[in-house]
């Protein structure tokens, strides 16, 4: 049977179409088959019943037979005319799902608007004495697919999980392809871990049971790891130079 079972699934509408020629061949042979069986009896022999009557049957029979191939063949067309809206409308689902990821990665701020709330976000932390966070998502292509489309699916859908789990004062920047910065005003060293930890899980759950993307975290707060702006924003350009992303080799956080 393992013979039998090995099937390419490039070949599987083929096979389909061979199974139905199949089974209507074998309908067509048996009833054909039993249509000449009866012919005899109706048309020569004597019967109990009377001869108009048998043949009523006889001919009743014969139409039913061409109905029921009738209605297979019907059925079958139908079936492919709604698989093939069902393929046509899962390729649609994928071809807005992609647009929509695409949108959004394009909608977020870049690196030079992140030098811009850095450094307003630092002044105002500094004139109140509240700390600053920043933390550093770099995701990766887990390897499973090699197609871009997908890879940027899922980092579209990585990005808007990471927006859900923001608080009204945070802001997210793509530094680049997929790596994102995340500032958080007023928050220390401990908050920002739990927020990062979060941020993980929605990047985890983003990323689906087939594990699409493989992610880093980085925290640095100021300040207890930064004691300005600058290194601040130094922390995030080390993490462009050292690579990372999807695209770009390098370790995670």
């Known amino acids: 049977m393992k013979v039998f079972d090995q099937i390419d699934p490039q070949t599987l509408d083929r096979r389909e179409w061979e199974l139905w020629f199949l089974t209507l061949g074998m309908i067509l042979v048996l009833a054909t088959g039993v249509a000449l069986l009866m012919y005899p009896m109706v048309f020569s022999r004597p019967v109990p019943f009377s001869l108009p009557a048998m043949r009523m049957i006889f001919f009743g029979y014969c139409v039913l037979t061409g109905f029921l191939v009738v209605y297979l063949v019907n059925r079958q067309s139908l079936i492919r005319q709604l698989r093939r809206q069902v393929i046509e409308e899962l390729n649609r689902n994928v071809f807005l799902r992609h647009k929509a990821s695409a949108d959004l990665l394009g909608s977020l701020p870049r690196f030079s608007r992140f030098q811009d709330r850095l450094a307003m976000d630092f002044h105002r932390a500094l004139n109140s004495q509240q700390p600053l966070s920043l933390v550093i998502a770099r995701l990766t292509s887990s390897g499973n697919s090699t197609d871009e489309t997908e890879v940027d699916t899922a980092l579209g859908d ?12 945070d802001s997210i920047y793509q530094f680049r392809r997929g790596i994102f910065g995340i ?3 007023g928050t220390g ?3 920002a871990q739990q927020i990062s930890n979060r941020l993980g899980e929605a990047i985890t759950d983003a990323s689906g049971a087939t594990n699409r993307l493989t992610f880093g975290l980085q925290v640095v707060n100021y300040p207890e790891q930064a004691e300005s702006a600058r290194e601040l924003e130094e922390a995030a350009r080390v993490c462009l130079e050292e690579g990372g992303g999807v695209g770009g080799e390098g370790r995670a956080a």
């Open 189 to 191: 060293t401990a908050e």
């Open 183 to 185: 500032l958080l005003p």
């Open 158 to 169: 990585a990005a808007n999980a990471l927006l859900r789990r923001l608080r009204a004062d």
